[in-house]
C-alpha cells in the first residue's frame, strides 16, 4: 500500500484503469466461456426436442429447419402406439419406483446398524466400496443362468429384486452419512418413554431424515431408469424399459425412424432433467460413487 | 448413555438383526453370483454346444491373456478411449469450474443446466449423439453445410480412427460435467484467505493459479480421475448404441467384447473368466482410489 502511495497521482490513476478494463474483459470471457459450454452440454437436447415435434417430416429437408415449421405430437402418439411405447415407459416407471422403495426399505436398518453400532467395522465398509464398483458384466452371467432356472427372465420381480440389491451399497453409504448427522439424544428420549429401537427409527428418526432419504431414493430412480445392460439381457417382450425400446431404433438405419426415435429419447432424458434441478447439493456426492449408474 | 449400554448388553443381536436383510440379499444375490461366476470361469461350459461341460482348471484365463487377439485388442480399444477421454474430461471440467467458481451471476442454474448430461443414461446420450451424427439427416453434417464447412454429407463412423474420436467425443460430453461438479466443489473447499495471502505477496492470478489452487487441487483431481477410470473400463451402454464396436471391432471395448462371447456366442464359462479379467482391473483401479482417499483424509487431520 505504501509503493502506491508513493507514487505519482496519474500513474495510479491510469493503472486503476487498466485494471477496470481488465476485469471487464475477464468478465465477458467468463461469460462467453459459461454460453458456449451451455450450448455444448444443451444443444443436444434442444436438436432432439425440436426433431421430435416436426410433424411434417421438417427432418428430411435441406436446408435444415431448425425450428419446426408446424410443431405436432404425432411421433409421440406413433411411439405410444406402433411401438409400443407407453407400455415400456410404464414398465420404467414401474420398475424404477418399485426398486427405488424396496431399496430404500432394506437399506435403512443396514445403515442405521453401521451408524449407531459400527456394525461390521471397517470390513463391512470396505465390502460395500467394492461392491459399488463391481462391474455390471461380471454379474450378469451368473445371474442370466440362475434366472434361466428359476423362470425369472422377463419378469418384473427379478429385475427389481436385481435392481434393489445392486443399489443398497451405494444406499447404505449415502443413509449413514444422513444417520451419523442425526443426534442420539432424540431416539435416547423415545426409547426412554417405551419405545422398541425399531419402533423408535420408524417414528422418530425416518421423520426427520426423510429429506435425506428423498435424494437416496430419487437416486435410486434415476439409477434403474438409466440401467442397461441387465435390462437388455434378462427383459423379453412384455417386460422392456425405455432402454431397451431404444435399441430397436439403431437397427435398420434411424432415418425412417428420426421423429419416434427422438420422441423416445426424450422420455428417456426426463427424469435426468427433473432430478438435476431437484438434486442439485447432492449431485457431486450422488454422482462420485455410482449414483446414477445402475 | 447408561440405558444405552445396558440395551446393548441385553440386545447383542439388535445390530445384526437391522443389518441381516440387506446382507442376505447381497449373499445370495452378488456374492452368491460371484461364486458361481468364479466356478464357471473353470469350466468350459458353452450354451450353443450344450449343457455339458467339464472342469479346465485355468485354461479359459491362460487363452485369453495369451492367445485372444480379440480380447488383447478390446483391452487397447478400451485404453485408447480411457486416455483422451479422461484428459479432455479434466481440462474441460477445470476450465469450467473455474469459471463458474468466479464472481458470476445465476451460477445455481448455470451448474444445474450443465450438469445435466451427466444424469442422463448412456444409452440415450449415445441415441441422441448417432441421430446427431447421422449421415443425411443429422444436425452435425446439416450445420456443417450450411455453414460451408463440409460440401460432403459425412460419415462419422467410417473409419476406426474416426468411430474412436466420435466415442471420445460423446463420452466428454457425457461425463466432463460430473468432473466439472467434483473440480466445483474442490475449488469452493480452498479458502479465500489463501488467495487474499497470495495477492498480498504480489503474485499475480496465473501465479496463484499455479500456486495456490493446483496444488490444493491435486487430491480431488486424482480422485476425478480414478472415478471416471473406474467407470470408463466398464464402458458398455454407450458402445452398444452408437457404435455396436464397429467399424471391424475398433471399438469394441472389454465390457462389450464380453458381453458380445456370453451373448451372442453364448461361450458362458469363457465370458465368466473375461468378466474376472475386469473385476480384476477395477479391484487394482478401486485400490488405488482407496489409497489416494486414505492419503487425502491423512492429509486434511
Not at chain 1, 426433431?51 to 411411439?79: Q, R
Not at chain 2, 480399444?77 to 474441460?92: H, K, M, Q, R, Y
Amino acid at each position: 500500500m505504501s509503493v502506491t502511495l508513493d507514487r505519482p497521482a496519474t500513474l495510479t490513476m491510469r493503472s486503476a484503469a487498466r485494471h477496470r478494463l481488465w476485469r471487464g474483459v475477464a468478465q465477458v470471457a467468463t461469460y462467453l466461456g459459461l454460453a458456449a459450454a451451455l450450448v455444448f452440454f444443451l444443444g443436444p437436447f434442444f436438436w432432439i426436442v425440436t426433431t421430435s415435434l416436426k410433424g411434417n417430416e421438417d427432418f428430411f429437408a435441406y436446408p435444415p429447419v431448425w425450428i419446426p415449421s408446424d410443431p405436432s405430437l404425432k411421433h409421440y402418439t406413433g411411439l405410444f402406439t406402433r411401438s409400443s411405447g407407453l407400455r415400456y415407459f410404464g414398465n420404467s416407471l414401474i420398475i424404477s419406483t418399485l426398486s427405488m422403495l424396496a431399496a430404500l426399505v432394506v437399506s435403512l436398518p443396514t445403515a442405521y446398524s453401521i451408524a449407531r453400532w459400527r456394525f461390521g467395522g471397517g470390513f463391512l465398509s470396505t465390502l460395500l466400496l467394492v461392491l459399488r464398483m463391481l462391474p455390471a458384466i461380471a454379474l450378469i452371467i451368473p445371474i442370466y443362468l440362475m434366472y434361466k432356472a428359476f423362470g425369472l427372465t422377463n419378469s418384473y420381480f427379478g429385475l427389481v429384486m436385481l435392481y434393489t440389491v445392486v443399489y443398497i451399497p451405494f444406499a447404505v453409504w449415502l443413509l449413514v452419512g444422513f444417520l451419523r448427522d442425526f443426534p442420539v439424544e432424540i431416539e435416547e428420549a423415545a426409547m426412554i418413554d417405551g419405545c422398541s429401537r425399531l419402533r423408535a427409527l420408524i417414528a422418530v428418526v425416518v421423520p426427520i431424515i426423510a429429506p435425506g432419504m428423498a435424494v437416496v431414493a430419487l437416486f435410486a430412480f434415476i439409477a434403474t431408469w438409466n440401467e442397461f445392460l441387465f435390462a437388455i439381457v434378462l427383459t423379453g417382450i412384455e417386460t422392456k424399459t425405455m432402454m431397451v425400446l431404444v435399441t430397436s431404433f439403431t437397427t435398420g438405419g434411424t432415418d425412417q425412424f428420426y421423429g419416434e426415435a427422438t420422441a423416445s429419447v426424450v422420455l428417456g432424458v426426463l427424469p435426468a432433467f427433473a432430478v438435476a434441478f431437484m438434486l442439485q447439493r447432492y449431485l457431486v456426492k450422488g454422482l462420485a460413487l455410482g449414483g446414477t449408474k445402475g | 448413555m447408561r440405558l444405552f449400554a445396558l440395551a446393548r448388553s441385553r440386545k447383542q443381536w439388535e445390530p445384526f438383526a437391522f443389518a441381516s436383510p440387506s446382507l442376505f440379499l447381497i449373499a445370495v444375490v452378488i456374492l452368491f453370483p460371484l461364486a458361481y461366476a468364479f466356478y464357471l470361469s473353470l469350466l468350459n461350459f458353452d450354451l450353443s454346444v450344450g449343457p455339458e461341460a467339464e472342469f479346465v482348471g485355468a485354461r479359459n484365463y491362460v487363452e485369453a491373456l495369451v492367445r485372444d487377439g480379440r480380447f488383447l485388442g478390446s483391452v487397447w480399444n478400451t485404453a485408447v478411449i480411457i486416455a483422451p477421454s479422461l484428459v479432455l474430461e479434466l481440462l474441460l471440467g477445470l476450465g469450467i469450474a473455474l469459471l463458474l467458481n468466479r464472481n458470476i451471476r445465476g451460477r445455481p442454474i448455470v451448474t444445474a443446466l450443465i450438469a445435466i448430461p451427466a444424469m442422463v443414461s448412456p444409452v440415450m446420450a449415445a441415441m441422441a449423439w448417432r441421430m446427431l451424427f447421422g449421415v443425411k439427416f443429422g444436425a452435425i453434417n446439416n450445420l456443417g453445410r450450411q455453414l460451408g464447412l463440409i460440401d460432403v454429407y459425412f460419415d462419422w463412423f467410417a473409419t476406426p480412427f474416426l468411430a474412436i474420436l466420435a466415442v471420445v467425443l460423446v463420452e466428454v460430453w457425457h461425463n466432463t460435467p460430473f468432473m466439472m461438479l467434483v473440480l466445483l466443489a474442490g475449488l469452493q473447499s480452498i479458502p479465500q484467505e489463501l488467495y487474499d495471502a497470495a495477492k498480498a505477496d504480489g503474485a499475480s492470478p496465473w501465479q496463484s493459479f499455479w500456486s495456490v489452487t493446483l496444488p490444493l487441487l491435486k487430491f480431488t483431481m486424482a480422485v476425478g480421475i480414478m472415478i471416471r477410470m473406474i467407470d470408463l473400463t466398464k464402458l458398455f451402454g454407450l458402445i452398444f448404441i452408437l457404435t455396436y464396436g464397429g467399424p471391424g471391432g475398433s471399438t469394441e471395448t472389454v465390457a462389450f467384447n464380453t458381453y458380445l462371447v456370453g451373448f451372442k456366442d453364448f461361450r458362458m464359462s469363457y465370458a465368466s473368466a473375461l468378466s474376472y479379467l475386469i473385476v480384476g482391473g477395477v479391484l487394482v483401479l478401486t485400490l488405488v482410489f482407496m489409497w489416494i482417499q486414505r492419503h487425502r483424509e491423512a492429509r486434511a487431520a
